[in-house]
C-alpha cells in the first residue's frame, strides 16, 4: 500500500460549481497533513494545513477523519484560476519528521 | 535569499555524461528533499536528509544517482552516466523538520538528456 494515496483525477468542473476530493494515508499515528498546490510547470506550494478540528480558508475547507485515515479537500465557488494539481502531504514518521508526498488530484475548472 | 535556491535551472546534457545539481535550503532548514517529476506524472520521492542522522536514500532509482548534504547547507545531487530516461525536473525542498512544519520548494532544475 502507498503511504499516500490520491485519485488522480481529473476533476472537471464548471465555474461556481463545488469539487471534493480525498487523499488516503497509511500511518495512524501520522500527525501532520498538508494541503500543496502546483500549477502547470511550476513547483509545488502550501495552500494549507490541515487541523484535526478542520479548518476553512476563504473558499478552501479541509477536513480530517483519523478513524478512516484520510484528509479532504473542498473548494466552493470554483474559479478558473483554482485549475491546478492539488497533493496531498502528510508526516508518516515521528522520529524524523519526513512528509510523504501524493501524486496529486488534478482540478480543471472550465467557463 | 529567502527561499530555496536551485541551480542550474535548466541543463542539456548529452547522454552517458555526468550531471551535477545544486539545492540552497532555506537558512535554518535542517531536512532537505529531492525529488524527480517526469512530464505529466506526480512527484518521485528520491532522497531525504535530516540533520546529521543518515539520509533516507530509499528513493533513488539505481546506483547512477547520488547526493550529498554536508550538515545543514547545500545538497549536490549527482547522476552518472545520464540516460534520456533521467530527463525530468528536479526539484529541491526543505523544511524545518520539526512536527507540523511545511516544506518549500525551490524552482526545480529541468534536465533534458540528448
Known amino acids: 500500500r502507498k503511504e499516500v494515496e490520491q485519485d488522480p483525477g481529473p476533476f472537471n468542473v464548471p465555474e461556481g460549481a463545488t469539487v471534493a476530493f480525498n487523499c488516503t494515508y497509511s500511518?495512524?499515528?501520522?500527525?501532520?497533513f498538508f494541503w500543496y498546490r502546483q500549477d502547470c510547470r511550476k513547483e509545488p506550494k502550501l495552500l494549507m494545513s490541515v487541523y484535526s478540528s478542520g479548518n476553512e480558508d476563504g473558499r478552501f475547507t479541509a477536513q480530517l477523519n483519523r478513524a478512516s485515515q484520510y484528509i479532504s479537500l473542498l473548494i466552493r465557488d470554483s474559479k478558473l484560476s483554482d485549475s491546478a494539481t492539488y497533493l496531498c502531504v502528510v508526516n508518516m514518521r515521528l522520529d524524523d519528521y519526513k512528509l510523504s508526498f501524493g501524486a496529486g488530484t488534478t482540478v480543471t475548472v472550465r467557463a | 535569499g529567502a527561499g530555496v535556491s536551485q541551480s542550474p535551472s535548466n541543463k542539456v546534457t548529452e547522454k552517458g555524461k555526468d550531471v551535477e545539481l545544486r539545492c540552497d535550503p532555506i537558512?535554518?532548514?535542517?531536512?532537505l528533499y529531492w525529488y524527480r517529476q517526469r512530464l505529466g506524472q506526480g512527484l518521485e520521492f528520491l532522497i531525504y536528509f535530516q540533520g546529521n542522522s543518515a539520509p533516507d536514500k530509499s528513493g533513488l532509482p539505481s546506483d547512477r544517482f547520488s547526493a550529498e548534504r554536508t550538515g545543514e547547507s547545500v545538497s549536490t545531487l549527482t547522476i552518472q552516466r545520464t540516460q534520456q530516461e533521467d530527463s525530468a525536473v528536479y526539484l529541491c525542498?526543505?523544511?524545518?523538520?520539526?512536527?507540523?512544519?511545511?516544506?518549500?520548494f525551490g524552482q526545480g532544475t529541468r534536465l533534458t538528456v540528448v
Open positions: 525542498a526543505s523544511s524545518l523538520g520539526l512536527g507540523n512544519t511545511e516544506a518549500f
Open positions: 537558512s535554518g532548514h535542517t531536512a
Open positions: 500511518n495512524s499515528a501520522s500527525q501532520s
